[in-house]
């Protein structure tokens, strides 16, 4: 079994004018994180997984957060070219390219890729996956190059906690 957690980046501002990849996180976007982190923590320990980030400013950001809550050491966290993109097949073919070794992973991204692979890989569906917010997924896979679908373990969207 892998357990993967899908995490789309925080709230971004539009405030400036900036590329796409170079927008930062709104204030919103910390106090979101926070949320649901503490809510995460609270289904068990973190520290474990493997975490791969989209490289826009916004997803890496979102994830260096992420990491610090749920106690990711740095060296488990890399920025990855291939998640800054919107499509799910891109996505699963990001994921095919993880060592078999790998059992736990989360990735930071981006929407609609990934809502569309928590929908394909999982067995609830989400109409958008909202911003800082993730969905744990267990995989009937033994490694990540024969990808199978799971279960939805569960979803964690901060407008329900606030």
């Keep these: 079994m892998k357990e993967l ?12 004018d900036l590329k796409d990849h170079d927008r930062p996180l709104k204030k919103r976007a910390y106090e979101d994180v926070k949320i649901v982190a503490e809510e995460l923590l609270k289904s068990g320990q973190y520290s474990d997984f493997l975490m791969k980030s989209s490289t826009a400013v916004r997803a890496k950001h979102t994830a260096q957060l992420y990491a610090a809550l749920l106690q990711i050491d740095e060296s488990k966290l890399s920025l990855e070219e291939q998640l800054y993109n919107f ?37 609830k569906y989400f109409s958008y996956l909202p911003t800082s917010g993730l969905v744990k997924l267990k ?4 490694n990540w190059l024969d990808l199978q679908r799971g279960t939805t373990e569960f979803f964690i969207f901060p407008k329900d906690y606030r």
């Design 87 to 123: 499509d799910m097949f891109d996505v699963l073919h990001f994921l095919k390219h993880i060592p078999a070794s790998v059992n736990r992973l989360i990735l930071v991204g981006h929407n609609p890729a990934f809502t569309e692979v928590a929908n394909f890989l999982g067995d």
């Design 5 to 16: 957690i899908l995490i789309r980046h925080g709230k971004s501002s539009w405030k400036n």
């Design 139 to 142: 995989l009937n896979s033994e």
